[in-house]
């Protein structure tokens, strides 16, 4: 079956640390991204990355790193500068063959606590 | 800038009522508008989608919603809910180039029996 996996479920960071979110599909899709969830608040996006070895800043980038060295992982670090990252992440992934009209799928989260 | 506005945090009905969940959009052009569902702890599911054509819009699990440009609404409508409804719901519009989404911040629905 073609999908999203994200890896840990949970993770738990402690005062400091460095953490990396693992996303991965299989749907042969060019463009992934990463949101941010918090209750409320709904989602909002931190980067994406439309082809790979390419990426752009969302519009809470701030404390968040990624990487896109192949065309199926795009992983999240979450650094220590990052001083709220208690949040539920989730990683989706669209075709990319059109500059719009394009429907995301998303994967089914991680919830990142803070120790 | 683009927003989207979800007046109803929470929204209780019964058991096969009819349900509307409200969506406002604040976009200049001619908007793609999504709705998504998530169950507790999970990712979000596409319930539907609206591109282009026909206003009313239909989607998985008896949903459909209606564009209305002189109202900028995109409300997310079911003849009859079920228990199995009960989940958080959240619109979205797409941004031209780069297909990012705003979304709103969700309704809650909760479905008494």
């Known amino acids: 079956d073609g999908g999203i996996t994200q890896s840990p479920k949970y993770l738990f960071r402690k005062e400091g640390q460095n953490v990396t979110l693992s996303c991965e599909q299989n749907?042969?899709?060019?463009?992934m991204y990463w949101y941010r969830q918090d209750p409320g608040q709904g989602l909002r996006l931190i980067y994406y990355?439309?082809?790979?070895?390419?990426?752009q800043k969302g519009d809470i980038a701030e404390g968040y790193s990624v990487s896109r060295e192949k065309k199926e992982s795009f992983p999240l670090t979450v650094t220590s500068a990052q001083k709220n990252p208690t949040a539920f992440y989730l990683c989706?992934?669209?075709?990319?063959?059109?500059?719009?009209?394009?429907?995301?799928?998303f994967g089914p989260g991680t919830r990142l606590l803070v120790l | 800038a683009q927003s989207v506005t979800q007046p109803d945090i929470h929204i209780t009905v019964s058991e096969g009522a009819s349900l509307e969940l409200r969506c406002n959009y604040s976009?200049?052009?001619?908007?793609?508008l999504f709705w998504y569902v998530q169950s507790p702890g999970q990712g979000l599911q596409l319930l539907l989608k609206?591109?282009?054509?026909?206003?009313l819009v239909q989607g998985i699990k008896g949903f459909e919603a209606e564009f209305k440009r002189s109202q900028s609404s995109f409300n997310l409508r079911k003849p009859s809910v079920h228990w199995s409804d009960a989940a958080e719901y959240f619109c979205?519009?797409?941004?031209?180039?780069?297909?990012?989404?705003?979304f709103g911040a969700g309704t809650i629905l909760r479905v008494k029996s």
């Open positions: 989706a992934s669209s075709k990319g063959d059109s500059v719009n009209q394009e429907t995301q799928y």
């Open positions: 749907l042969n899709h060019d463009a």
């Open positions: 990355s439309q082809i790979v070895n390419d990426f």
């Open positions: 976009y200049g052009a001619t908007p793609y």
């Open positions: 609206y591109f282009s054509g026909d206003t």
């Open positions: 979205a519009v797409g941004v031209y180039y780069g297909n990012k989404l705003v």
